[in-house]
């Protein structure tokens, strides 16, 4: 029972399928904004789902968001000397990104007030240099976390914004999981409540992989301050960051249809609660997992490698928490994104270690 990736198992929805197949004869060069009908039904989305407004000019396709993950900070033109900030358990692919643009990575989940260097937990940080680390350029939230589940709140990430914007460093905020709270309700930090009604240097980057099965097309969008979207556009332009036009269709289908999402979220829901049951009965402890599509979980007396083994034994397989930064090197990570038939295999599996 492999619950150690968050990769979809479920069918592509069908009116995506369609859509897909209704646009397979594209000869000509797409273009790197998309068409109008794609930026449109992404605004459409952010206001119906999210309560956001943005102009459809400023939202720009990406091919998967792990791409523009691993560029922005290229993109932005950071260098040697600047640093990117992260959380401190966190997606693998903030660092990443950092590291390709050769700037400072630093994991931490607060900023200090503009002036000082940021201060991470010495065992977080991802910084070689013996220097403190340079002028933050870049700042990285994600509610829902990846792989946590937390979810920031307004009050939260406008505390994030107003470090950012003090600094004069971008903040880039991780939607992937939007659509997917549990037991809180994430929101954008695009949203009113959180950007003061002003854009200025504010990103909110968007996946469509996990709201409707579609990791296999690769597909997102990234949309936000207008200036610094047309800028990514321009080198997106020359550098052929292209969405096919088959994706961009699919795409612009998918994110005008909420059914299948509704129906996609109770699917997980329903895998999540019998899960969750399943590893709380067994004497793992649930933290945070408000959100998205993991479980974040402990066992007193294991830290993550130990609790990796104990289910590894019972055939169930998940991601020790310390893959995502040292502060999680007592828990593991336990993904929703198995069969039906493979979650209760695994809550099978999980009653003979209760
Ligand atoms: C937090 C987070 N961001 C971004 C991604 C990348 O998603 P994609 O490239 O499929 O849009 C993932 C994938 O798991 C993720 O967990």
Redo the contacts with the bound molecule.
């Keep these: 029972m492999d619950l150690s990736v968050?990769t979809p198992v479920d069918p592509v929805p069908g009116v995506v399928q369609d859509a897909l197949r209704a646009a397979a004869d594209a000869p000509g060069y797409p273009a790197t904004h998309g068409t109008r009908a794609l930026r449109e039904a992404a605004a459409g989305w952010l206001a119906r789902c999210h309560g956001v407004t943005v102009d459809p000019d400023a939202v720009l396709p990406?091919i998967?968001?792990?791409?523009f993950?691993a560029s922005l900070p290229t993109l932005l033109g950071c260098g040697p000397g600047d640093t990117v900030v992260y959380p401190e358990l966190a997606?693998p692919?903030y660092d990443i990104g950092a590291r390709l643009a050769g700037a400072d990575p630093v994991a931490a989940d607060e900023l200090p007030p503009a002036g000082l260097p940021p201060r991470p937990q010495a065992s977080a940080t991802k910084t070689t240099a013996s220097a403190p680390p340079g002028p933050v350029r870049l700042v990285w939230v994600?509610s829902p976390s990846?792989p946590t589940g937390r979810v920031l709140s307004a009050g939260q990430l406008a505390g994030a914004v107003r470090a950012a914007r003090d600094r004069g460093a971008v903040l880039a905020s991780?939607e992937?999981?939007i659509g997917l709270g549990w037991t809180a309700e994430p929101v954008s930090v695009l949203h009113p409540d959180v950007s003061g009604g002003s854009f200025d240097g504010l990103l909110a980057?968007h996946?469509v992989?996990?709201r409707s099965n579609l990791?296999g097309y690769?597909?997102?969008f990234v949309t936000g301050d207008p200036a610094l979207v047309a800028e990514l556009l321009e080198i997106r332009k020359h550098a052929g960051m292209m969405m096919p036009a088959p994706v961009q269709a699919a795409m612009t289908a998918a994110l005008g249809d909420d059914a299948h999402a509704e129906q996609q979220r109770s699917v997980y829901a329903a895998r999540r609660e019998q899960l969750g049951s399943a590893l709380d009965k067994a004497g793992w402890a649930i933290t945070h997992s408000e959100a998205g599509l993991y479980l974040w979980a402990s066992r007193p007396g294991h830290d993550c490698w130990s609790s990796v083994d104990l289910l590894a034994g019972a055939g169930i397989l998940v991601a020790p928490g310390e893959f995502y930064g040292p502060a999680g090197a007592q828990h593991i990570r336990v993904a929703l994104t198995a069969t039906d038939e493979r979650v209760a295999a695994a809550v099978r599996r999980l009653s003979t270690l209760a």
């Excluded at 998967?64 to 791409?67: A, D, H, L, N, S």
């Design positions: 968050g990406l998967g968001t792990k791409e993950i997606y692919t994600n990846n991780d992937c999981y980057v996946s992989s996990k990791a690769r597909a997102g």
